[in-house]
Structure formats: C-alpha cells, structure tokens
C-alpha cells in the first residue's frame, strides 16, 4: 500500500449539467442512479457533462458534486493516457465539442476497505451518527470523512494492478453520494503538480506532503 496516496482536493470548480439531477443523467441514464440518494445503480455509460460558466479548463480538477470524477486538461490527459493504467472518459459541454477535458474513472475495488465497526465509530466521532440506508435504494452511506478521520485501510482483497480505485464503501448525506479515491502515488504528484491549488498529495496515515499554494 506504500505504492498509493489520499489525493486531497482544496476546492471544487465546474458545476455538472443539468441541474435536477447534479449531473447523474448523461453518466448513467435516467434510471441509472437512484433519484432519493445519488447512488449510482450501474457503471458509467455516459460523460460526465460540466458548465462553461467560471471554469476555467486548466490541469486538474473536480467538479461540484462529483468528488469521484478527476478532470483533467488536455495535455495532462495525454501524458496520463500514456503513463499510468486508467480509464479516461472525454468531459461534454452544453454545446460545445468533447476533447477539451477529460475524466479519470475510477473502478470500484475490492469487498471492503475498512473495518465497518472502526468506520461507524469515527463517523460518529465526527457527526454523532454513523450512516443511513436509502429507503429507496437500500444502499447504505457512511457520512462524509476526510481521508484524516478514516480508520486504517484493510483492503479486501488487494487492488491489484491500478493505478486508482475507488472504495466498495458509499459516503454522503443527502442527495450526495461518493466513494473514497485511492491513487498511485506517482499519478497523484503528476496531478498535485499540475494543479497546486486544486490537489495535494496526501498519506495513508494522515499527512498532507504539500501545503495549499498561495495566491
């Protein structure tokens, strides 16, 4: 596990269209995700589809919403397409042509990531309350923690020959649904690099190797 780092994000830009669904519709389909908690019921069949307005399609980035969907520029793109295993999927525009961006997919691995038992007490640490099950769905949700307050990792079975996944475990509250990113700690530089306001690569056990880029 030495091999994968936290990619910790500052902020988010872009906003996913449209706006009744926060962008779930062109990724999976209308009946594709559950419309009481924002899980997604199938892999993603579609592009993600962002806003032109205040986004700025430079390095690295996530959009509002869609903590999972690593956006990257063209150039940054190519050079990760050609360096690392991953699925890149082309960003869509309103009315404006594909190829401008694109998007890391991150697949779903392993069983369990974490101890449910260790998982449910930091989230009550945190929020007083560990989770909920969509009554619609019946997927359950862990509330939202940062990779600091997550307990140790006790990936089963290993993630094998990726360079990002996603954990098997939901978290969100609301209407928002994610999972947790893990990524091979030579891509997260290249990204954290690319984009120093937006990405900093941060440790298994907590630790932020580089500081927010000043203005």
């Known amino acids: 596990m030495r091999d994968f780092v936290w990619l910790f994000w500052f902020r988010t830009r872009g906003w996913p269209w449209p706006d009744d669904s926060w962008g ?10 559950c419309h009481s908690c924002g899980v997604p019921k199938v892999p993603q069949c579609g592009s993600l589809v962002l806003q032109r307005r205040s986004l700025t399609c430079v390095g690295a ?19 990760v397409h050609a360096r690392f295993n991953v699925e890149l999927r082309p960003v869509a525009w309103p009315r404006s042509p594909l190829g401008e961006a694109y998007q890391i997919v991150a697949p779903a691995i392993g069983q369990a990531w974490f101890d449910a038992k260790s998982l449910g007490e930091s989230a009550i640490a945190r ?25 140790p990792l006790d990936i089963r079975p290993v993630l094998g020959d990726v ?16 999972r947790q990113i893990l990524v091979r700690r030579e891509l997260a530089e290249l990204i954290a690099a690319a984009s120093p306001r937006d990405f900093a690569v941060q440790e298994l056990d907590g630790r932020v190797r580089k500081k927010r880029h000043s203005s």
């Open 61 to 79: 980035w996530l959009p509002n919403w869609q903590f999972n969907a690593i956006c990257l520029d063209r150039d940054l793109a190519k050079e």
């Open 127 to 151: 929020h007083g309350r560990d989770g909920a099950r969509c009554p619609a769905c019946g997927v359950w949700r862990w509330l939202p923690l940062v990779p600091s307050s997550l307990p």
């Open 24 to 33: 779930l519709t062109p990724m999976y389909g209308q009946e594709g995700w």
């Open 163 to 178: 360079d990002v996944a996603a954990s098997p475990e939901w978290f969100g509250d609301g209407c928002q649904a994610f």
